[in-house]
T-cell receptor
């Protein structure tokens, strides 16, 4: 069975601080996908990134960066120089690679509050 | 290029009534998903369509729930004889995929259901 653990439930930072959101996953699959989604108060889940399990290169997109470490089953997300607009709930998710369904298993989410 | 749209966004209903939610996926997406999200939790998979065929249903989808995608485009999720435990946000998502490879799933803004 697949499982995603986001141990942090709420994080509060002051604008311009860096913040890292942790994600640990469990799966018996040898290949899989990992995702991060952002959920602002409006409710829509906004896709941020998808990573293949066989691609362990870290990725940077603007102020966002992701650190994938297969050895520790972690896929952490860092926001550099946080802004008030980053305030949202962030979900890490896991899906199987080969299955046509590709259904997602989500963690419980981390509520990030960025104060001015 | 419109995203996934859901209607209605909010629904308040009395216990025992039936409710129906509609989802219009991203144009040309062949896969459509329904998820349910309760407060403080991540979304949980309910069911999945590839074109008009419903290929998988979660154990969470009791007999009171039925989903359809008659022409392989929009989908409806009906809940009969609603119970207070059905109160949640119902998220629709879509993706485009061929064969057995996984793919990125894009979500709508969700339909909030409150059963009183």
């Amino acid at each position: 069975a697949q499982k995603v653990t986001q141990a942090q439930t709420e994080i509060s930072v002051v604008e311009k601080e860096d913040v890292t959101l942790d994600c640990v996953y469990e799966t018996r699959d040898t290949t899989y996908y990992l995702f991060w989604y952002k959920q602002p108060p409006s409710g829509e889940l906004v896709f941020l990134i998808r990573r293949n399990s066989f691609d362990e290169q870290n990725e940077i997109s603007g102020r966002y960066s992701w650190n994938f470490q297969k050895s520790t089953s972690s896929f952490n997300f860092t926001i550099t120089a946080s802004q008030v607009v980053d305030s949202a709930v962030y979900f890490c998710a896991l899906s199987e690679y080969v299955g046509a369904n590709s259904k997602l298993t989500f963690g419980k989410g981390i509520t990030l509050s960025v104060r001015p | 290029d419109t995203g996934v749209s859901q209607d209605p966004r909010h629904k308040i209903t009395k216990r025992g009534q039936n409710v129906t939610f509609r989802c219009d996926p991203i144009s040309e997406h062949n896969r459509l998903y329904w998820y349910r999200q309760t407060l403080g939790q991540g979304p949980e998979f309910l069911t999945y369509f590839q074109n008009e065929a419903q290929l998988e249903k979660s154990r969470l989808l009791s007999d009171r729930f039925s989903a359809e995608r008659p022409k392989g485009s929009f989908s409806t999720l009906e809940i009969q004889r609603t119970e207070q435990g059905d109160s949640a946000m119902y998220l629709c998502a879509s993706s485009f995929g061929l064969g057995a490879s996984g793919n990125t799933i894009y979500f709508g803004e969700g339909s909030w259901l409150t059963v009183v």
